[in-house]
């Protein structure tokens, strides 16, 4: 597609619940990142897909948050049970290159727990 | 310490004038600078990339970055209603991942 495209774009779930998010990247975009941007709040790292294999994922504030990207293009973010701390906005941004050069970001997915 | 500080604002200017935004970063061996625009409810857009010390001209945006202070600014001239927007600075870390500064919200006053 033309730009990164994220769903849904807004997502409200009761405390306790499962939600997935999806980001599909850039055509051909080597590398994937989830981000959580709180209000107010700069965006914060999450995840760091090259391909399909997950290279870093040290931003994940727990193990409730799950994202895999099986064949290297569409990502999904899980997260369970969800927490009140965890709304937010989640950025997908992916990057042509591995190492270098701009991140083009989606719309990104609101997430409000209630 | 965050990877990325920035002035904390929000920045109000009048119409016509310069805007001027600063961002320093912790990591010595960051080696690409950038900077992005986020409306209210939007997403973040690349405005500005800097690689080398010195200063970058692009329109009314001019960018300056000093890697022995670990310092990038932006200047934003001829301020106008549009350019209203919080501004984040982004830094790379580890050689793939971008590090965000809180971001300076700018209020160009018509």
């Known amino acids: 597609g033309a730009g990164v495209s994220q769903s849904p774009r807004y997502k409200v779930a009761k405390r306790g619940q499962d939600v997935a998010l999806r980001c599909d990247p850039i055509?051909?975009?080597?590398?994937l990142f989830w981000y959580q941007q709180a209000l107010g709040q700069g965006p914060e790292f999450l995840t760091y897909f090259q391909n399909e294999a997950q290279l870093d994922k040290s931003g994940l504030p727990s193990d409730r948050f799950f994202a895999e990207r099986p064949e290297g293009s569409v990502s999904t973010l899980k997260i369970q049970r969800t927490q009140q701390e965890d709304s937010a906005v989640y950025l997908c941004?992916?990057?042509?290159?591995?190492?270098?050069?701009?991140?083009?970001f989606g719309e990104g997915s609101r997430l409000t727990v209630l | 310490q965050k990877e990325v500080e920035q002035n904390s604002g929000p920045l109000s200017v009048p119409e016509g004038a310069i805007a001027s935004l600063n961002c320093t970063y912790s990591?010595?061996?960051?080696?690409?600078f950038f900077w992005y625009r986020q409306y209210s409810g939007k997403s973040p857009e690349l405005i500005m990339s800097?690689?080398?010390?010195g200063d970058k001209e692009d329109g009314r945006f001019t960018a300056q970055l000093n890697k022995a202070s670990q310092y990038v600014s932006l200047l934003i001239r001829d301020s106008q209603p549009s350019d209203s927007a919080t501004y984040l600075c982004a830094v790379d870390v580890n050689d793939y991942k971008l590090s965000f500064g809180a971001g300076t919200t700018v209020t160009v006053r018509a």
């Open positions: 055509s051909g975009h080597v590398s």
């Open positions: 800097i690689y080398s010390n």
């Open positions: 990591d010595r061996v960051s080696q690409s």
């Open positions: 941004a992916s990057r042509g290159l591995a190492n270098t050069g701009e991140l083009f």
